[in-house]
């Protein structure tokens, strides 16, 4: 008797798994992640009215208490109404002495579950193996419970022969099911977190002025974000996957990859300036570099920010020739527009 609920317990669970493949379907839409959701834990209920344990004609046993009550504690109402309404009119349809109480044994886990989800999400019960066994338990006590308004000499024979086999495999299978569908949410939410966490990056990225690239160690392009393309020696598309010797000249492509190497073997920011020939001309550049603490493609990789500094360098240098004109052998100072001496040469 105990293999017939192993085998019929783990034939529900295998097909749970397809919320798995569901979730990942129905990922950013919610209202259809629900549907599909309550359509798919209802039609595995009937999957387990149909290959049921009979002690009796028209008493079924089966493991839907706890497909239906993980069904409400991770789903939420929807999830369980659409479910509920699916398996009940499936025990129905099946009909027999035990319809009405099977009807309950829908009910009793839907409840159960929702009252354990509002327990969780008000951090008043833990979500672990331990909670989830004891759910199990109690939630078999009241299944057990609503099998005593059978007829006696039936509910005697239960008692006698499924109470223990059930008591040892449907709490476990609830459990099983619990752990499956907290890893299926855990992922949901990681994965979201991360789409959430890219898609701001990148609109920083993208609301810099500076070009940034992602290396890795061989000097290949991994990532390049350019608000201005002209100053890149090659449209970002032709750059990506190509390394450095490919795009640069070789003493400029070796003076860059050393720089990256440079920047993997410290645990500081490094920063260096060159020249390259861009789409727009010879520009002068300024770059900041630091080590990616993980590794892209199984390699080592560096992120830089880099500036275009012509025009600053330009300005820099008018200054210090106008500083070197000012000191001439002919005396010489500046006023403000009141007079005020600001500045006297030698």
Not at 158 to 178: F, K, Q
Not at 197 to 202: C, F, T
Not at 269 to 295: I, N, S
Request: proline share 4%; glycine share 8%.
């Amino acid at each position: 008797m105990i293999m017939d609920f192993v085998t019929g317990a783990a034939l529900l669970l295998a097909l749970c798994y397809l919320q798995a493949i569901n979730v990942r379907a129905c990922q950013g839409r919610p209202w259809l992640l629900r549907l599909s959701s309550g359509l798919l834990f209802g039609v595995i209920c009937l999957v387990g009215m149909w290959l049921p344990i009979a002690p009796h004609e028209g008493v079924f046993f089966d493991a839907r208490t706890a497909v239906l009550s993980m069904a409400a504690l991770f789903g939420g109402a929807w999830v369980a109404l659409l479910a509920g309404l699916i398996a009940a009119a499936g025990r129905l349809w099946l009909g027999g002495i035990g319809m009405y109480v099977g009807v309950a044994n829908v009910i009793l886990p839907l409840l159960m579950g929702l009252a354990m989800r509002a327990l969780v999400q008000r951090g008043r019960l833990p979500l672990n193996a331990l909670s989830l066994w004891l759910f199990g338990v109690l939630l078999h006590l009241g299944v057990q419970l609503v099998l005593s308004a059978l007829p006696a000499e039936h509910y005697q024979r239960i008692l006698t022969y499924l109470a223990l086999p059930s008591l040892l495999v449907l709490p476990l299978a609830g459990v099983m099911l619990g752990l499956l569908l907290k890893d299926i949410g855990q992922r949901q939410h990681t994965e979201r977190d991360l789409q959430f966490s890219e898609a701001r990056l990148r609109a920083i990225a993208g609301a810099l002025p500076d070009l940034l690239m992602v290396l890795d160690e061989d000097g290949r392009y991994l990532e390049v974000i350019a608000p201005d393309p002209q100053l890149l020696r090659l449209p970002v598309g032709a750059l990506l996957g190509k390394r450095l010797h490919e795009v640069l000249a070789l003493s400029q492509a070796e003076s860059l990859l050393a720089f990256v190497r440079l920047t993997l073997s410290s645990n500081a920011p490094q920063v260096t300036e060159y020249r390259m020939q861009t789409l727009a001309g010879l520009r002068l550049f300024e770059a900041h570099a630091r080590r990616l603490d993980v590794t892209l493609e199984g390699r080592a990789a560096v992120v830089m920010i880099i500036r275009d500094i012509t025009e600053r360098s330009l300005a820099e240098e008018e200054l210090r020739i106008a500083a070197i004109a000012f000191e001439t052998q002919q005396g010489m100072f500046i006023t403000d527009a009141s007079g005020v001496i600001l500045r006297v040469n030698q």
